[in-house]
Structures are given as structure tokens and as C-alpha cells.
Nanobody, 116 residues
Framework: QVQLVESGGGLVQAGGSLRLSCAVS????????MGWYRQAPGLQRELVAR???????NYAGSVKGRFTISRDNAKNTVYLQMNSLEPEDTAVYYC??????????WGQGTQVTVSS
């Protein structure tokens, strides 16, 4: 069974940085994309960044230039480097795996809190 485990969240002051990690375990066949999503209280879950199998990436406009998604295929891990954090970035961040076929997988989420 495929599992996604996020880590790296926490409390940081505005302007600070955090790096989130998402470790993927289990029987993995072909992955179309890995992504980071976030959900703030009272709001819908939204895409933050995504990296495709070919290496291309896309970002939400609100994080472009501040966040960077990357992956280490040897470690089956995806990262989200978050710089210049703002209070508006406060949310639970979720990792998501999109296979070419089959069920989309989610991690359990990690809390990121940015204080002003």
C-alpha cells in the first residue's frame, strides 16, 4: 500500500523559511505528478506547487518566486522549499501523488504557521 508521510512543518516568523518533505513508500508504479496542496481554516484546499514526471513544475501565483518544489527519485521524496513566508501562508500542507492510473494518494498533512 502506498503511503505519503509529510514532515518539516512548524512555527516560523514572517520572512522566515521552512522545508517540507514528503516521503513515499509502498508499491509505486508510474507517477504522473507529485504536488503540495494547502488548506487554511474555512477555505478550500488549493494547489501550491506540482512537479511532473518529466520534471516540469507549476506553482500557484501567490507562491511563485518564493517556493520551490523538487524531488529526489533515489529517496522517493518530494520537497517544498518555502522562503519569505507570510502569515497568509499559514495552513495545513498536504502532499499528493497522482498516478497515471489508479487512486490519487494524500498524506496526512503538516501544519505550517507563520507569525507576523
Amino acid at each position: 500500500q502506498v503511503q505519503l508521510v509529510e514532515s518539516g512543518g512548524g512555527l516560523v516568523q514572517a520572512g522566515g523559511s521552512l522545508r517540507l518533505s514528503c516521503a513515499v513508500s509502498g508499491r509505486i508504479f508510474s507517477i504522473n505528478a507529485m504536488g503540495w496542496y494547502r488548506q487554511a481554516p474555512g477555505l478550500q484546499r488549493e494547489l501550491v506547487a506540482r512537479i511532473f514526471s518529466g520534471g516540469s513544475t507549476n506553482y500557484a501565483g501567490s507562491v511563485k518566486g518564493r517556493f520551490t518544489i523538487s524531488r529526489d527519485n533515489a529517496k522517493n521524496t518530494v520537497y517544498l522549499q518555502m522562503n519569505s513566508l507570510e502569515p497568509e501562508d499559514t495552513a495545513v500542507y498536504y502532499c499528493r501523488l497522482d498516478p497515471y492510473s489508479g487512486e490519487i494518494r494524500w498524506g496526512q498533512g503538516t501544519q505550517v504557521t507563520v507569525s507576523s
